[in-house]
Nanobody, 121 residues
Framework: QVQLVESGGGLVQAGGSLRLSCAAS????????MGWYRQAPGKGRELVAA???????NYADSVKGRFTISRDNAKNTVYLQMNSLKPEDTAVYYC???????????????WGQGTQVTVSS
């Protein structure tokens, strides 16, 4: 069973930076879109940033210019560099990947376990 293993969350002061990583746990055939979502207390899960297999990216308006998503296809890993963090960025961050395990299986959605990001004012 494929797992997405996240790392890099933590506590940081406003204006600081964090880098999140998310790696697939075993060999897989291919990954389409990869992305980061977040969920703040009492709110729904929202898309933060996504990157497709061609490297094209899109961002939530609230993070444009501050966050950068990237991926390393050789390592089946997606990153989220977060700069100029604000208290409103505080949330649990989840990575997501659309994975095809083998050439004959369908694409399935996988989620990481979530990592807490807390930004103090």
């Amino acid at each position: 069973q494929v797992q997405l293993v996240e790392s890099g969350g933590g506590l940081v002061q406003a204006g600081g930076s964090l880098r999140l990583s998310c790696a697939a746990s075993e060999n897989i055939f291919s990954i389409n879109n990869m992305g980061w979502y977040r969920q703040a207390p009492g709110k729904g899960r929202e898309l933060v940033a996504a990157v497709n297999s061609g490297g094209n990216t899109n961002y939530a308006d609230s993070v444009k210019g501050r966050f950068t998503i990237s991926r390393d296809n050789a390592k089946n890993t997606v990153y989220l560099q977060m700069n100029s963090l604000k208290p409103e960025d505080t949330a649990v961050y989840y990575c997501n990947a659309e994975i095809r395990l083998t050439s004959w299986t369908i694409i399935q959605d996988y989620w990481g376990q979530g990592t807490q990001v807390t930004v103090s004012s």
